[in-house]
């Protein structure tokens, strides 16, 4: 008896040893997502890049890496998890080289491009070796935990090492920074990652994978770009193009003889309420963090760097809750303790839109922050138990994919209620007819025009174009509120439909 607690005590600390290698190059991965957010300046003045090459070199990352999640999770299940995850992280190193190197813009955004790549064979690979690497209930709950507030503090992370970077290095230091840490896990990782025997012999679904990549790639860059330069023909046409071939795609998954997805999974409501959940909370999250850093550098004043670093203020609620999700989950039921991170990320979007001082709206956008990680986190263990460890790359990659997605409607849509809500308070408040131009647009368009102004307009111009914004962000904190709460009924809903089941069932069982 002995024996075999000690055997299994040394598993268990092996687990979380092994799963502290996998910890930094997924903090890297979701930080790749802001880290250029200074040194995109840096590189256009060297590389000479024209506005439009600025634009894609910040977001094809983003882009490749929401299109191929899928492709690369049914890659990890066929080939096994920890081989592509070993070919990722050199993949991720070499490329990382070859883009701090870059001489020019287009060298640099197929650069770029190979890191979304790259970060889309470590994303799921990372969840799915979770999976195998805690195979108990509650050991697993809090390793998906301290997954996704890694998750998390990586974005929010991102732009505060780049800024330190920049502060003594060349702008090619933001991409060498991936290097250590990519060597500790190629050395490590075939002593401490467990071997996945994944399924070489089945056929790999070619079809499947240029549908998920054709659905998700047109969906997130038309949204992207709506949110970004308003509505065009075009970005609503690459946004239905996305949805049709989303729906071919889960056509092909349910008809094809060896699909990407166990066609059982797309019809298991557990599965699919924690991919909506995922969603959701990405939608309210990265959709409030754009407000919040316009807020800070447009409203306050200050600095892009002061600003990323008061970002990081939710990140501490992020760090002392998401421990919890496992707790509240096991007390209350999976669809309950959801219920609770949705109620609460309400509280959250009501303190912000009823806010006087920057405390409040740290503490509004913490308690935000804190209530969707843990939904997220409960969302994403629902998704690894219902899933067979064989199958988990693709499984949980879909849910990846699904954040991706949310958090591209959270920017465009909170964005578009914003707009309506400032165009509204701008044309009744700013002075002489200026709301005519950029400044009845946008902050930013006021804050420009006003530095052409005399002294005598320019700061009522800047000061109606403030209190415009704010009643954007009032806007869209009411409107995120009235979605999670929707969400929070959904979810309780569901838990007293299904009390005596906290865990999540089996589709294949």
Known sequence: MTYTMTDRHLDRRRAWTAFGVLALPLLLVSMDVSILYFAVPQISEDLHASATQQLWIFDVYGFVLAGLLVTMGAVADR?????????????????????????????????????????????????????????????????????????????????????????????????????????????????????????????????????????????????????????????????????????????????????????????????????????????????????????????????????????????????????????????????????????????????????????TILVGAGVLAAGSVVTMTICSDAVLAVLDPAEAGAGAALGEAAQELGGALGIAVLGSVAAVAYRSDAAAHLPGGTSDGPAGDSLAGAVGLAASLPDRLAGPVVEAARHAFIQGLDAAAVAGAALLAVAAVIAFSGGRRRPSAPATPDPRR
């Open 79 to 359: 080939i096994g998890a920890r081989r592509l995850l070993l070919i990722g992280a050199v993949a991720f190193s070499a490329t990382s080289v070859g883009a701090a190197v870059s001489q020019t813009p287009e060298q640099l955004i197929a650069a770029r491009a190979v890191l979304g790549l790259g970060g889309a064979t470590l994303m799921p690979s990372t969840l799915s070796m979770v999976r195998t690497l805690f195979p108990d209930d509650r050991e697993r709950s809090r390793a998906v935990a301290a997954w996704t507030g890694i998750m998390t503090a990586g974005v929010a992370l991102g732009p505060v090492l780049s800024g330190v970077l920049l502060e003594h290095f060349a702008w090619g230091s933001v991409f060498l920074v991936n290097l250590p840490a990519m060597a500790l896990l190629v050395i490590a990782g075939p002593i401490l990652l467990p071997r996945t025997p994944g399924r070489p012999g089945t056929r790999f679904d070619l079809l499947g994978s240029a549908l998920s990549l054709g659905a998700v790639l047109p969906t997130v860059y038309g949204v992207k770009q709506w949110a970004a330069e308003g509505f065009a023909p075009s970005r609503l046409g690459a946004i239905v193009v996305g949805v049709v071939l989303a729906v071919l795609f889960v056509h092909r998954q349910r008809t094809a003889a060896a699909p990407m997805i166990d066609p059982r999974l797309l019809r298991s409501r557990a599965y699919l309420a924690a991919i909506g959940g995922n969603l959701v909370c990405s939608f309210a999250l990265i959709g409030n963090a754009v407000f919040m850093t316009a807020y800070l550098q447009l409203v306050l004043g200050y600095s892009p760097f002061v600003a990323a670093l008061w970002s990081l203020a939710p990140a501490l609620a992020v760090g002392a809750v998401a421990p919890l999700a496992p707790v509240l989950a096991e007390r209350l039921g999976r669809a309950r303790a959801a219920g609770v991170g949705l109620a609460a990320g309400v509280v959250g979007f009501a303190v912000i839109a009823s806010h006087d001082a920057l405390a």
